[in-house]
């Protein structure tokens, strides 16, 4: 398998049961082979094979029958293959939202934090005299209480509407992300597996916004050399193709979905490993993959202005440090005033967290 290890799953896995364990690994292996049960099946077990994960009190024909009665594979109506569930799908997306942002589900509750007050979850340090359609849970209680006491005294203590304070919230903004997944051949190119990881941070990202943000839009598209949106339930089961990398298609479809979405907070997230190196030209592809084509650049970077007139950021994750990829990506990055990242895979989910948090307090100034 491209770029995997497993010899982690030989330490001590204290507090899952045999189940717990085996389907931690069946989940990876399900994004790997893109739903692919069978295929994930068979890899499980050589993995047994190598690193005994089953004994003779519960073996791999336990573990598949749990699969089926616990509701997390399901035979197809029509040619009875077996396939993940919804059940297991929820579970894959919950499962990356711990792995990757494991540290957001233990914070304080909130919502996309601003600089500007307003109706929200998190207090700010002012209080102010309450007003009509204020929730209670803002009332600043002692402050009120003092108040009453000053203005009717103790002997004939009451509270009234005038003795009320509540205390300050950020306003909360919402905001519509589109996120872009490169699928072009380079993705699993030179014995790397590049889909996987990037997978899992479009699951994680989806379940996070969610879940957390439930009034936000996302917006989930792949690019190869065309581009195309997606559903949340499709991202298990994302290929690579034998595509080039037409960035300037992905782009495109990111700005047709965005001028279609109300709110005044936009953005964009675009996970890739290379280049530009494919472009429409009227009815036929333009495509090169050898250096820098000026042709196919100039379109990108043109692109990237206009999306900063729009006053909409754009986020590269880039998964390679080529010197001349670095270079692209940082005049990219200046001309649309966005932000760029170039990470190893293991590092993309913390930067994808990061970069979503910060983006959220800075565009609601």
């Given at each position: 398998?491209?770029?995997?290890?497993?010899?982690?799953?030989?330490?001590?896995?204290?507090?899952?049961?045999?189940?717990?364990?085996?389907?931690?690994?069946?989940?990876?292996?399900?994004?790997?082979?893109?739903?692919?049960?069978?295929?994930?099946?068979?890899?499980?077990?050589?993995?047994?094979?190598?690193?005994?994960?089953?004994?003779?009190?519960?073996?791999?024909?336990?573990?598949?029958?749990?699969?089926?009665?616990?509701?997390?594979?399901?035979?197809?109506?029509?040619?009875?293959?077996?396939?993940?569930?919804?059940?297991?799908?929820?579970?894959?997306?919950?499962?990356?939202?711990?792995?990757?942002?494991?540290?957001?589900?233990?914070?304080?509750?909130?919502?996309?934090?601003?600089?500007?007050?307003?109706?929200?979850?998190?207090?700010?340090?002012?209080?102010?005299?309450?007003?009509?359609?204020?929730?209670?849970?803002?009332?600043?209680?002692?402050?009120?209480?003092?108040?009453?006491?000053?203005?009717?005294?103790?002997?004939?203590?009451?509270?009234?509407?005038?003795?009320?304070?509540?205390?300050?919230?950020?306003?909360?903004?919402?905001?519509?992300?589109?996120?872009?997944?490169?699928?072009?051949?380079?993705?699993?190119?030179?014995?790397?597996?590049?889909?996987?990881?990037?997978?899992?941070?479009?699951?994680?990202?989806?379940?996070?916004?969610?879940?957390?943000?439930?009034?936000?839009?996302?917006?989930?598209?792949?690019?190869?050399?065309?581009?195309?949106?997606?559903?949340?339930?499709?991202?298990?089961?994302?290929?690579?193709?034998?595509?080039?990398?037409?960035?300037?298609?992905?782009?495109?479809?990111?700005?047709?979905?965005?001028?279609?979405?109300?709110?005044?907070?936009?953005?964009?997230?675009?996970?890739?490993?290379?280049?530009?190196?494919?472009?429409?030209?009227?009815?036929?592809?333009?495509?090169?993959?050898?250096?820098?084509?000026?042709?196919?650049?100039n379109r990108t970077l043109a692109l990237a202005g206009r999306f900063r007139k729009?006053?909409?950021?754009?986020?590269?994750?880039?998964?390679?440090?080529?010197?001349?990829?670095?270079?692209?990506?940082?005049?990219?990055?200046?001309?649309?005033?966005?932000?760029?990242?170039?990470?190893?895979?293991?590092?993309?989910?913390?930067?994808?967290?990061?970069?979503?948090?910060?983006?959220?307090?800075?565009?609601?100034?």
């Open positions: 398998m491209l770029g995997w290890q497993f010899s982690e799953f030989e330490a001590d896995q204290s507090g899952q049961t045999p189940f717990e364990k085996l389907l931690s690994i069946f989940q990876d292996l399900l994004l790997y082979t893109s739903g692919d049960v069978a295929e994930a099946l068979a890899w499980l077990t050589e993995l047994d094979k190598e690193y005994d994960l089953t004994n003779s009190e519960y073996g791999m024909a336990e573990f598949i029958q749990d699969l089926i009665d616990k509701g997390y594979i399901q035979q197809g109506d029509q040619d009875r293959k077996f396939r993940p569930a919804r059940k297991m799908e929820m579970e894959i997306r919950r499962r990356a939202l711990d792995d990757i942002f494991g540290a957001v589900q233990k914070s304080q509750r909130g919502n996309h934090s601003t600089k500007s007050t307003g109706r929200g979850d998190e207090y700010t340090s002012d209080l102010r005299p309450y007003e009509f359609g204020d929730k209670l849970e803002n009332l600043a209680l002692s402050e009120s209480l003092k108040n009453a006491q000053i203005n009717h005294g103790l002997d004939d203590f009451k509270m009234s509407r005038e003795d009320l304070e509540v205390r300050e919230t950020f306003y909360q903004s919402q905001v519509s992300t589109v996120l872009m997944i490169d699928i072009s051949h380079s993705m699993i190119l030179y014995g790397e597996d590049r889909i996987t990881p990037a997978k899992k941070v479009a699951l994680a990202l989806s379940e996070y916004i969610t879940t957390r943000y439930p009034k936000d839009t996302l917006d989930i598209l792949v690019f190869g050399d065309d581009a195309w949106t997606v559903e949340v339930k499709d991202l298990p089961y994302l290929q690579v193709g034998p595509y080039h990398t037409n960035t300037v298609a992905g782009l495109e479809l990111a700005m047709k979905i965005l001028r279609k979405r109300r709110n005044p907070n936009k953005q964009v997230f675009m996970i890739t490993d290379g280049k530009p190196t494919c472009i429409r030209k009227g009815k036929r592809y333009y495509k090169n993959s050898f250096g820098l084509d000026r042709q196919i650049i729009m006053h909409i950021p754009i986020t590269t994750f880039m998964i390679a440090r080529d010197p001349y990829l670095v270079q692209f990506v940082d005049q990219f990055t200046r001309i649309n005033n966005g932000k760029a990242f170039y990470s190893n895979l293991s590092g993309l989910g913390e930067f994808v967290f990061m970069d979503y948090k910060d983006g959220r307090r800075r565009r609601g100034d």
